[in-house]
């Protein structure tokens, strides 16, 4: 009695938290339905035909495969830091040098502007002129 009731409540708890398209046969509604209501043969149902389990098979992973698999904790490569990356601290400079550029042409023509100002305020008859 109290395995079927093991079973019973393990078959509805894995028939609730299987995603949609793990499910064959039946839609999701009707498998909760089955479980439910038919306790022993419900959960042998979904035991056998509920859930696709070849596709959970294949999504676990035995190992971890990816960039850093196979090398211990201290040996594994990390990504650099930006401060010791050399692409990274070029990048920097050429910008660097294209504000420089940037900052000498504004501050050429702030003082190209000023001189016409002061060229324009030089001129004579230009005191009935209100000055901005």
């Not at 040996?75 to 050399?86: N, S, Y």
Request: net charge negative.
């Amino acid at each position: 009695m109290v395995a079927l009731l093991a079973l019973w409540v393990w078959a509805f708890i894995d028939c609730l938290t299987t995603p949609e398209d793990e499910l064959r046969h039946l839609p999701k509604v009707v498998w909760v339905i089955v479980v439910l209501f038919f306790p022993l043969v419900g959960s042998i149902a979904w035991l056998v035909a509920g859930k696709d389990r070849t596709q959970a098979r294949r999504r676990q992973v035995a190992w971890p495969s990816g960039p850093t698999a196979g090398y211990p904790e201290y040996e594994r490569p990390r990504p650099l830091a930006p401060d010791d990356d050399p692409e990274f601290l070029a990048s920097l400079k050429r910008g660097n040098q294209q504000h420089e550029e940037m900052l000498k042409q504004w501050e050429a023509d702030l003082r190209r502007r000023e001189e016409e100002l002061r060229r324009d305020d030089d001129r004579p008859g230009d005191g009935d002129r209100p000055k901005s």
